[in-house]
């Protein structure tokens, strides 16, 4: 395991090796509306409201990794990402009404 892995690692790690323009995750496109990014793509992933858990998802991939095993490239990522299982989500509900009947 990449345990010494620490978030500011992953942050600049994907600043480098940033998602592919076209990667979709839950339904969204992730792609900051900028080109130019102040702190750079992983930065801007760690911050997002959009796109929560998403850089915790990545964290997470890069901490299990076996201890010299080759980084995953950009579309090997966004690949691990989409295979794996999304945790459920409940509908939003119409204001009054309960989601739970």
Known sequence: MNEEWTKDDVQRWL???????????RGKK?????????GGFGKWLRETPYHQGLFEEICQLIRNMRPGQA???????????????????????????????
């Open 71 to 101: 980084m995953p490239s950009p579309r090997e990522l966004a690949r691990l990402l989409t295979d794996r299982p999304q945790p459920a989500q409940l509908p939003i509900a119409d204001a009054g009404e309960s989601p739970f009947g």
């Open 15 to 25: 600043t480098d090796y940033p998602l592919p323009p076209d990667f979709v995750w």
């Open 30 to 38: 992730v792609e900051p509306s900028h080109r130019t990014l102040k």
